[in-house]
T-cell receptor, first 112, second 114 residues
């Protein structure tokens, strides 16, 4: 699986957009980008995933660069409840066994 | 629909004791996983299963065994617990037929080995 690089931590003001970057310069053509978050030692929660195109759901937007070497997760209006560790993961879509390897992630602190 | 349920949620063991963590999912998922998370770190994959009767090693399998006798259950065993196995253990599952699908996680089992 391609490795990912994320900043260790970020701060965001409540109500503002939170933009979390992820670098995955060794990504392969069949690898998807996934984002999960973990709130205060709970089980990780799926946010969004994408292959090439930008994606949006009720939680967030995922912007993938044209060369696919980096992506940005956008929380449009961050709230205090969005304070969590955010994990960017890259892996093939059709890998037998489908291991999902988590790195250290980005600690996002949303402040009032 | 309970999702992914882990039992027990908390356990304290003495070095050398054995125990089994149970993960149960009611979503008819093919794939199941066991991760461990140490303080301030990300999750590390211990073992996983792609279907009933199958298991495979992850990143950190030593000291653990697993079994998937029923599709809905994935058991993680510690035969002789060591203090280094003090951690929070997370189970996860997902559909096997999807090209790219989300993992559903349990709430975690906190294990302390003295």
């Amino acid at each position: 699986d391609a490795k990912t690089t994320q900043p260790t931590s970020m701060d965001c003001a409540e109500g503002r957009a939170a933009n979390l970057p992820c670098n995955h310069s060794t990504i392969s053509g069949n690898e998807y980008v996934y984002w999960y978050r973990q709130i205060h030692s709970q089980g990780p929660q799926y946010i969004i995933h994408g292959l090439k195109n930008n994606e949006t759901n009720e939680m967030a937007s995922l912007i993938i660069t044209e060369d696919r070497k980096s992506s940005t997760l956008i929380l449009p209006h961050a709230t205090l409840r969005d304070t969590a560790v955010y994990y960017c993961i890259v892996r093939p879509g059709r890998e037998y066994g489908n291991k999902l390897v988590f790195g250290a992630g980005t600690i996002l602190r949303v402040k009032s | 629909n309970a999702g992914v349920t882990q039992t027990p949620k908390f356990r304290v063991l003495k070095t050398g004791q054995s125990m089994t963590l149970l993960c149960a999912q009611d979503m008819n998922h093919e794939y199941m996983y066991w991760y461990r998370q140490d303080p301030g770190m990300g999750l590390r994959l211990i073992h996983y299963s792609v279907g009933e009767g199958t298991t495979a090693k992850g990143e950190v399998p030593d000291g653990y065994n697993v079994s998937r006798l029923k599709k809905q259950n994935f058991l993680l065993g510690l035969e002789s617990a060591a203090p280094s196995q003090t951690s929070v253990y997370f189970c996860a599952s997902r559909f096997g037929g999807q090209v790219a699908g989300e993992l559903f996680f349990g709430e975690g089992s906190r294990l302390t080995v003295l």
